[in-house]
C-alpha cells in the first residue's frame, strides 16, 4: 500500500507544479516591442575614456539620467540604480549607463565621485557626460525623454530605460514605483536569456 502512495506521489507532484505555474503566470513571458533606436554617440567616462554605444554591443543595459547637484529626484534615481546592480550582478552581461543631463557641471572628475557614493562598479555601471548638445540629442533624440533647463536646476525624467544588445530600447521604468523596478529587473533576466 505505501508503494502505491509514493507512485501516486511521484505522478501527482509534476501535475500540481505545473498547475501552480499556470495559475500565477510562472510561465508568462511578457512581449518587449521595440520602441526605438539608440543612436550612435561618444562621450567620456567617469574614468576619463571615451565610451560609445559601441562599448554596449551586444550587451543588455539599463540608462537613467541624472545631474549630480540634484537635492531630491536624482539621488534616489541613482539609488534605485544601485539596487538593481545587485539584483542583477551575477548576470555578466548586464551594463548600467548613466547620463549626465548637466554637463556643464557634472565634469568626469564630479560624476566620478558620484559614482563611489553609489557604489557603482567600474566594468558594469558607467556614468558619461560630455558635449552639452550631443547629450541633449541623447536623451530627446534617442530616449525620447525630456531634459530642460529651469531656474538654476535640469527637470528630467524620472524614468529608465532597458535597451537590448543591438541599441533597441525594450521598455520604460519610472525609477519611483518599485513595481516597475521589480518589472525592469524581470525584462532584464528575459531579455538575457533572449526571450524576446
Known amino acids: 500500500m ?51 554605444l559601441g562599448d554596449l554591443h551586444n550587451k543588455v543595459w539599463i540608462a537613467s539620467f ?20 545587485k539584483k542583477l550582478y551575477s548576470k555578466e552581461n548586464i551594463r548600467f549607463v548613466t547620463f549626465t543631463v548637466d554637463p556643464k557641471h557634472d565634469t568626469v572628475d564630479v560624476l566620478g565621485k558620484f559614482a563611489e557614493q553609489y557604489h557603482a562598479k567600474p566594468n558594469r555601471w558607467v556614468f558619461l557626460t560630455g558635449d552639452e548638445d550631443e547629450l541633449k540629442d541623447v536623451v530627446t533624440n534617442s530616449f525620447k525623454l525630456s531634459s530642460e533647463p529651469a531656474e538654476g536646476t535640469v527637470i528630467h525624467s524620472s524614468h529608465l530605460a532597458l535597451v537590448d544588445g543591438r541599441g533597441i530600447i525594450r521598455g520604460y521604468y519610472d525609477a519611483f514605483d518599485d513595481s516597475k523596478m521589480k518589472l525592469l529587473v524581470k525584462d532584464s533576466k528575459s531579455l538575457l536569456r533572449g526571450l524576446y
Open 2 to 52: 505505501k508503494a502505491w502512495h509514493l507512485i501516486l506521489a511521484l505522478v501527482m507532484m509534476p501535475i500540481v507544479a505545473i498547475s501552480v505555474l499556470g495559475f500565477t503566470h510562472g510561465f508568462e513571458v511578457r512581449e518587449l516591442k521595440a520602441i526605438g533606436n539608440v543612436k550612435p554617440f561618444s562621450l567620456k567616462a567617469s574614468d576619463g575614456q571615451t565610451f560609445s
Open 66 to 85: 541624472v545631474f549630480t547637484h540634484c537635492g531630491e529626484q536624482c539621488p534616489r534615481i541613482a539609488k534605485q540604480v544601485e539596487e538593481l546592480q
